[in-house]
C-alpha cells in the first residue's frame, strides 16, 4: 500500500476518534451539570441522581460491549 494513504488513512481514523471522544466527554460532562444544576436540598436525593446517572453509564457500556459480539 502507499505510504502516503496509510499516514492520510491513519490520520482520518486519529481525527475521527478524537472528534468522538469529545462528543462522548460532553454528552457526560452535561449530564452531570445538569444533576449538579439540581441544587439537591437533600444528599439522598443527589445520590439517587448519582446512581441513576451510574447505571445509564453501565447499561450504555453493556449495550457497546454486546454490539460488538
Given at each position: 500500500?502507499?505510504?502516503?494513504?496509510?499516514?492520510?488513512?491513519?490520520?482520518?481514523?486519529?481525527?475521527?476518534?478524537?472528534?468522538?471522544?469529545?462528543?462522548?466527554v460532553?454528552?457526560?460532562?452535561?449530564?452531570?451539570?445538569?444533576?449538579?444544576?439540581?441544587?439537591?436540598?437533600?444528599?439522598?436525593?443527589?445520590?439517587?441522581?448519582?446512581?441513576?446517572?451510574?447505571?445509564?453509564?453501565?447499561?450504555?457500556?453493556?449495550?457497546?460491549?454486546?454490539?460488538?459480539?
Amino acid at each position: 500500500m502507499d505510504e502516503a494513504l496509510v499516514k492520510k488513512l491513519k490520520q482520518h481514523v486519529e481525527t475521527e476518534l478524537e472528534k468522538r471522544e469529545r462528543e462522548f466527554v460532553t454528552y457526560w460532562l452535561e449530564e452531570l451539570m445538569k444533576i449538579d444544576a439540581k441544587r439537591h436540598k437533600e444528599l439522598a436525593a443527589f445520590q439517587n441522581d448519582v446512581k441513576n446517572l451510574i447505571n445509564r453509564m453501565q447499561n450504555r457500556l453493556k449495550n457497546l460491549r454486546s454490539s460488538k459480539n
